[in-house]
């Protein structure tokens, strides 16, 4: 990845009790330089323990696209989509 990109990753997993909005916000969001542990990070931010894709197929998605969207493979429960962004 060149030096001006990052990964993103934005986590719909539901605010804990008694956070406010912007540390609500802010435990539900990363910035990771490789997609290896954009990947770890999206699973951990997201709750999931087992996920939908692979490793693989996440690499070759955000590469195809741009963007991923994980998710727990009994299709219920949180997801979390990692995003490549430009840094300016």
């Not at 008694?18 to 330089?33: D, T």
């Amino acid at each position: 990845m060149p030096k001006n990109k990052k990964y993103v990753i934005i986590s719909d997993a539901p605010p804990r009790v008694g956070l406010a909005w912007e540390n609500s916000l802010q435990e539900s969001m990363g910035i990771c330089h490789t997609i290896a542990k954009a990947y770890e990070i999206a699973k951990f931010l997201g709750g999931i323990t087992k996920p939908d894709l692979k490793y693989r197929k996440v690499l070759d998605l955000i590469k195809k696209n741009g963007a991923v969207t994980v998710k727990q493979s009994s299709g219920i429960g949180h997801s979390a989509t990692i995003i490549t962004v430009k840094i300016y």
